[in-house]
Nanobody
Framework: QVQLAESGGGLVQAGGSLTLSCAASGRTFSGYAMGWFRQAPGKERDFVAAIGWSGAITYIANSVKGRFTISRDNAKKTVYLQMNSLKPEDTAVYYC????????????????WGQGTQVTVSS
């Protein structure tokens, strides 16, 4: 079992930055690929970014490429999402997840999810 807890969300003006954190507890963190997804009201949960267990491989959605960066610290059991140049369309609840062995860009590959953290970008 892996427990995940996101933090770092909030209200920011367009063009601003936020860093989300996802702290894991429980089973071996380094054995899982980690991902960030987001869900706006009335919409599906969309892939944002993912990172392999070692941190050597990352995946970034086209909609955030060049603005968002994913990283992880296995010693701290934490994955981060650095979000720069935020836009109003980035407003959503952001979820982190842990998956082992599937496609990290697809939500149903994930075994565990956090509760989410709200990010609101004002224009």
């Amino acid at each position: 079992q892996v427990q995940l807890a996101e933090s770092g969300g909030g209200l920011v003006q367009a063009g601003g930055s936020l860093t989300l954190s996802c702290a894991a507890s429980g089973r071996t963190f380094s054995g899982y690929a980690m991902g960030w997804f987001r869900q706006a009201p009335g919409k599906e949960r969309d892939f944002v970014a993912a990172i392999g267990w070692s941190g050597a491989i990352t995946y970034i959605a086209n909609s955030v490429k060049g603005r968002f960066t994913i990283s992880r610290d296995n010693a701290k059991k934490t994955v981060y999402l650095q979000m720069n140049s935020l836009k109003p369309e980035d407003t959503a609840v952001y979820y982190c997840g842990a998956e082992s062995g599937g496609d990290p860009t697809i939500s149903y590959s994930y075994d565990y999810w956090g509760q989410g953290t709200q990010v609101t970008v004002s224009s």
